[in-house]
């Protein structure tokens, strides 16, 4: 028995490996990917060939991470710098009231366990962002980052 929520809409790749309790909708997973037990992936998000995404990770609407990418356990994504549940009037917002923020996330960079990633930011190819970072703001290629905020520690 399998306990997977996978939308029709969904564009996954050949060999591509989706664990037990994953929901995808509206996304794409590349060729050969592993989504991980605990992951969701919304509309609009793209995940590229040759991936690995543990579990627990979240990610959002208008990411897009490219090919060989490492997501650790616990990886947030966040696409909105001013969310609320309501407008000003009181009334609940609905799509209509707000604006995705896009974030990418470039060839074979990594990120580590608990991370989590502001919107409107790019992690650089090949870069690794350290366990538990809080990413605010670009990260360089090749570099290693960590901490809160996450700060360019080494260059590889």
Partial sequence: MSFQKIAPDVK?????KVYDFVNLYGCEVGDRTKIGTFVEVQKGAKI???CKV?????????VTIEDGVFVGHN???INDKFPR????NGAMQT?????????LVKKGA??????TVLCGVTIGENAIVGAG???????PPNTVVAGVPARIIRKL
């Avoid at 549940?85 to 000003?88: A, I, K, L, R, Y």
């Fill in 75 to 77: 990886v947030s994504f």
């Fill in 110 to 115: 990594s990120i580590g366990t608990s991370t």
């Fill in 54 to 62: 543990s579990s627990h990770t979240f990610i959002c609407e208008g």
């Fill in 85 to 88: 549940s309501t407008n000003p």
């Fill in 48 to 50: 590229g060939a040759d």
């Fill in 95 to 103: 799509e209509a009231d707000w604006k995705v923020v896009p974030t």
């Fill in 133 to 139: 970072s809080v990413v605010t703001k670009d990260v």
């Fill in 12 to 16: 996954l790749g050949k060999d591509a």
